[in-house]
């Protein structure tokens, strides 16, 4: 189990072992709780045929909205970058989940992200801009600048987020108002 | 700007040593091994957060000892604390400054400007292009933030991009082009940010350079510097599209070879002396007044662009001068701001001692004694 635990984001050995123990001494019901709670999140959620956001449904509630704006895609790395977005109550397009970013070192290349996928919807939708919202590191600008050139033949606006989200920032540390001026100044990049 | 006082804990030879120092000249005097030069270290470790040996952090501890602490009270306008730690078991740094824990190491470097002067600067003109890459990198990245993240971004790009090439070369099957060519243009675009800013760099230090050749050397020779990047590209030019040109045109080498092999991870700096190369016709003496120089030089740049004056630290380079011009940059140091310099032996600089101001300790198996 601390095997299992030191596996998660931003946990190490010694949080591992805290967590562990303390499931091993919760109570019965508690325990069950937290046993069904994991098992659900397999067996419910799953990947947006859309956009690749989580939903317990098909179709996520974004992609299924009347009141969202089917022709602007936002493209962000990871389905958690939505949730961040979505509290700014800045955006009222639609998204596109990545999946990670070009890391060669990671064995995580062109092939490995759906950027096939992005092009597909580009290519049947009625789309007119592509917002590019991945992180602003080295691999998030770099599979930004391979996409700008993936996007280069099609007759649409491509834009980036403003800075204002620091150097090596994360959209996930940013705050509310950060990520929202940086929706509303996005720059043209094509 | 100056340090004001030091205190160590388990670091290197030093059980508990504290310091307080004068804002003049301070001269530290011990045998090797004795633990001056980690007393160097130290202060140039909480200006910088590295430690200029490229110590690891298990060396840095005294044998035995859970962890080691650094601290520093640096005094402008206001008094700075700067805290590091270090805890053995758990294998990491901790910095705190005025109380507070620092994240980024890119918060404290820059924070206080340091200037340090070792026996190790024949380097910076008998060493490789890499040693005075380092040396520029160090003075820039002191005053300016963005080149920091710069040089760090551009790092991480050859690492990937190293890595690319060498997938490339050995599965030729799988197309990677399109990776390859955003890497690529990730590269020019960080990489020439990198060049502009070294080049605005040298164009402005080469005058401070000649000043201290001048003032302070009193040489009559004339120093002279040439920034060489991109396969010695002309000073004027375009360099995104030069960059570009140039890498694009080497991609078959950069394959077969598993390497960069273009942009600013290869430049150097050609020093000259009345116009001939320092590196091929300098004499011994010629190279040690040119690292001195541009020392002294790297201290006037900071201060001039940071608005603080650096702390100079000396480590055991008096031994290389002759006792006049010793003299002579000490009376000269003084003057400009605070110093720390270690010597092995004090009877050639006994005169030293009569500077006003100036603070004298030695250094014996760890302990420091005010003398
Ligand atoms: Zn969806």
Redesign the pocket.
């Known amino acids: 189990m601390i095997e299992e635990f030191s596996k998660f984001p931003g946990i190490g050995k010694k949080s591992a072992q805290r967590l562990a123990m303390y499931l091993f001494r919760s109570k019965d019901q508690d325990f069950q709780k937290f046993v069904d709670a994991v098992v659900a999140l397999k067996r419910d959620l799953h990947s947006?045929?859309?956009?690749?956001?989580i939903?317990e449904k098909a179709?996520?509630?974004?992609?299924?909205s009347e009141k969202r704006d089917k022709s602007v895609i936002c493209v962000v790395e990871e389905a958690s970058d939505i949730l961040h977005i979505e509290r700014a109550n800045e955006f009222r397009g639609?998204?596109h989940?990545l999946g990670g970013v070009l890391m060669p070192l990671k064995g995580i290349y062109k092939e490995e992200l759906r950027i096939q996928e992005l092009l597909e919807r580009v290519k049947t939708g009625n789309v007119l801009e592509v917002i590019l919202a991945l992180n602003p590191d080295t691999e998030g600008d770099t599979t930004s600048l391979m996409l700008m050139k993936e996007l280069e033949r099609f007759p649409l606006k491509v834009t980036r987020l403003a800075r204002g989200i620091p150097i090596g920032g994360d959209l996930e540390f940013s705050d509310d108002a950060t990520i929202g001026r940086a929706m509303a100044g996005r720059i043209t990049v094509k | 700007m100056i340090v004001r006082r030091l205190t160590l804990h388990d670091f290197r030879i030093h059980h508990s040593t504290e310091m307080e120092f004068s804002p003049k000249l301070n001269f530290i005097v011990g045998g090797n091994g004795q633990g001056k030069t980690s007393l160097i270290e130290a202060i140039y470790f909480l200006c910088t957060t590295k430690n200029y040996k490229g110590a690891p952090d298990t060396d840095l501890l005294r044998f035995g000892q859970p962890g080691y602490t650094v601290h520093g009270v640096f005094e402008d306008a206001t008094e700075n604390n700067v805290h590091i730690r270090f805890l053995a078991d758990e294998n990491r740094r901790i910095y705190i400054k005025d109380g507070k824990t620092v994240h980024r190491a890119a918060d404290i470097i820059g924070a206080f400007p340091v200037v340090l002067l070792t026996p190790e600067d024949h380097a910076l003109t008998q060493g490789a292009p890499a040693d005075r890459r380092k040396f520029i990198d160090s003075v820039i990245s002191q005053y300016s933030s963005v080149y920091l993240d710069n040089i760090l971004e551009y790092a991480k790009v050859l690492k990937q991009r190293t890595f690319l090439l060498n997938r490339i070369k050995e599965n030729p099957g799988r197309s990677l082009t399109a990776e390859l060519d955003a890497f690529t243009e990730k590269m020019i675009l960080t990489g020439s940010a990198v060049i502009r800013q070294r080049d605005e760099f040298l164009q402005e230090f080469k005058s401070f350079v000649e000043e201290v050749y001048q003032e302070i050397m009193r040489e009559e020779e004339s120093p002279s510097m040439h920034y060489q990047f991109l396969e010695g590209a002309a000073p004027e030019s375009d360099i995104s599209a030069l960059f570009r040109q140039k890498i694009y045109a080497r991609r078959d080498d950069e394959i077969r070879r598993g390497m960069n092999l273009t942009g600013p991870h290869r430049d150097d700096i050609d020093f000259g002396i009345n116009g001939k190369s320092l590196k091929s016709f300098g004499s011994q003496g010629q190279h040690k007044t040119f690292q001195v120089a541009l020392r002294f030089a790297q201290f006037f740049y900071l201060k001039q662009r940071s608005g603080k004056t650096p702390v100079f630290l000396l480590d055991d380079v008096f031994g290389e001068l002759d006792a006049h011009r010793a003299g002579h940059i000490s009376r000269y140091l003084r003057q400009v701001g605070q110093a720390i310099i270690t010597m092995t032996d004090l009877s050639n600089y006994a005169y030293l001692r009569e500077m006003n101001e100036s603070r004298m300790f030695t250094v014996s198996a760890g302990t420091v004694t005010p003398a």
Do not use: A, D, E, L
């Open positions: 947006c045929q859309i956009c690749y956001n939903t179709i996520c509630s974004i992609c299924g639609v998204y989940v």
